[in-house]
Antibody
Framework: QVQLQESGPGLVKPSETLSLTCTVSGGSISNFYWTWIRQPPGKGLEWIGYIYSTGSTAYNPSLKSRVTISVDTSKSLFSLSLTSVTAADTAVYYC????????????WGQGALVTVSS | EIVLTQSPGTLSLSPGEGATLSCRASQSVSSSSLAWYQQKPGQAPRLLMYATSIRATGIPDRFTGSGSGTDFTLTINRLEPEDFAVYYCQQYGSSPRSFGQGTKLEIK
């Protein structure tokens, strides 16, 4: 059973860069699509983007200018970078795995709360 | 971007009753690309249904999905205490993927 675990700073200052890592265990990172999704406190889910294990990516246009998702297959992890953050980026950030290219997000990490505040 | 609108926002029911949750899309969604998730407080969402009507692994048959085009429904028969949660629909056939704003199913 694949497991995903988010890690990274829980507090980021405004205008700085949010960086999170998702470590994958119990399964291969190769040949899968890996996604980041976020959820502001008390609100709904927002799809941020995905990366395929070979490195191809797609991002939500609303965040595209600030987002980078990367993968390190040798370490079985993928990462999220979000630049120029504001309080509106405060959220629980989830990493997840699709079941396939045309599949929903099947496996999820437990989530990591990131607060943007000075 | 496809906007998904869920109704009602909150549904108050008692265990044993049936629930009907709606998800309406701003444009047509392929029936093979509509999913439902369940989220409990402090937990990550859990996949319930995909391709409109296929139950994910381990999901009991009291959960039923239906619909096509722009209107989709999640029906829960004989509510159990563990069913009270927030439910989200998601379309994954068009980029960017999008979620509805959620329906909170609460105990009456």
């Amino acid at each position: 059973q694949v497991q995903l675990q988010e890690s990274g700073p829980g507090l980021v200052k405004p205008s700085e860069t949010l960086s999170l890592t998702c470590t994958v265990s119990g399964g291969s990172i190769s040949n899968f699509y890996w996604t980041w999704i976020r959820q502001p406190p008390g609100k709904g889910l927002e799809w941020i983007g995905y990366i395929y294990s070979t490195g191809s990516t797609a991002y939500n246009p609303s965040l595209k200018s600030r987002v980078t998702i990367s993968v390190d297959t040798s370490k079985s992890l993928f990462s999220l970078s979000l630049t120029s953050v504001t309080a509106a980026d405060t959220a629980v950030y989830y990493c997840s795995r699709r079941g396939g290219s045309s599949s929903p997000e099947v496996n999820w990490g437990q989530g990591a709360l990131v607060t943007v505040s000075s | 971007e496809i906007v998904l609108t869920q109704s009602p926002g909150t549904l108050s029911l008692s265990p044993g009753e049936g629930a009907t949750l709606s998800c309406r899309a701003s444009q047509s969604v392929s029936s093979s690309s509509l999913a439902w998730y369940q989220q409990k407080p402090g937990q990550a969402p859990r996949l319930l249904m995909y391709a409109t009507s296929i139950r994910a692994t381990g999901i009991p048959d009291r959960f039923t999905g239906s619909g096509s085009g722009t209107d989709f429904t999640l029906t829960i028969n004989r509510l159990e205490p563990e069913d009270f949660a927030v439910y989200y629909c998601q379309q994954y056939g068009s980029s960017p993927r999008s979620f509805g704003q959620g329906t909170k199913l609460e105990i009456k």
